[in-house]
T-cell receptor, first 111, second 113 residues
Framework: RKEVEQDPGPFNVPEGATVAFNCTYS??????FFWYRQDCRKEPKLLMS???SGNEDGRFTAQLNRASQYISLLIRDSKLSDSATYLC????????????FGSGTRLLVRP | ETGVTQTPRHLVMGMTNKKSLKCEQH?????MYWYKQSAKKPLELMFV???????ENNSVPSRFSPECPNSSHLFLHLHTLQPEDSALYLC????????????FGPGTRLTVT
């Protein structure tokens, strides 16, 4: 089983749609969870941290389910500019120096 | 955004050349990282430094040699590279290693001919 697993997509949605991505992780002792966004040929950029209680930032909502070991990202009212690859990132306590990056889920928002 | 800068942004080098990539962070962080990202592949962690001390070397070939002279600067020295080393090389920093979010530089796009 991969340490951090994501559906590669692409998710192809119309503008204004709501889209959700899930990510599963293998280490039950993980403490930190993040979503990053990566545009084509650019660096990953932090989108939001994911807290146990769930958190929202504008059109973006992140949820954590520790029992099932997954995190989710919900994007409401999709914009063309949301087209990117979304990376799920988790820290593992037994790999104390690093974060584990998923392979990413590609989102295409069409007019 | 100038939190983490990298130079050069693009580099073309022959297999017998020696070159260096430079990274500088202006965020007051104590940890710095080198990643490799090949086309359509996930990020691969190469090296981790904490307070200028290397704490992880992810089975990277010796033709890649990192250097961290202080907590703000990180170098990646390259020599006798192979064409398959062509990739985007990304530098990142974080407050400390482990649980904290990482901030990335824009990367150096390297082509080995």
């Amino acid at each position: 089983r991969k340490e951090v697993e994501q559906d590669p997509g692409p998710f192809n949605v119309p503008e204004g749609a709501t889209v959700a991505f899930n990510c599963t992780y293998s280490n039950s002792a993980s403490q930190s969870f993040f979503w990053y966004r990566q545009d084509c040929r650019k660096e990953p950029k932090l989108l939001m941290s994911v807290y146990s209680s769930g958190n929202e930032d504008g059109r973006f909502t992140a949820q954590l389910n520790r029992a099932s070991q997954y995190i989710s990202l919900l994007i409401r009212d999709s914009k063309l500019s949301d087209s990117a690859t979304y990376l799920c990132v988790v820290n593992f306590r037994d790999s104390s120096y690093k974060l584990i990056f998923g392979s990413g889920t590609r989102l295409l928002v069409r007019p | 955004e100038t939190g983490v800068t990298q130079t050069p942004r693009h580099l073309v080098m022959g297999m017998t050349n020696k070159k260096s990539l430079k990274c500088e962070q202006h965020l007051g962080h104590n940890a710095m990282y080198w990643y490799k990202q090949s086309a359509k592949k996930p990020l691969e962690l190469m090296f981790v430094y904490s307070l200028e001390e290397r704490v992880e070397n992810n089975s990277v070939p010796s033709r890649f040699s990192p250097e961290c002279p202080n907590s703000s600067h990180l170098f990646l020295h390259l020599h006798t590279l192979q064409p398959e080393d062509s990739a985007l090389y990304l530098c990142a920093s974080s407050r400390e290693t482990g649980v904290y979010e990482q901030y990335f530089g824009p990367g150096t796009r390297l082509t080995v001919t």
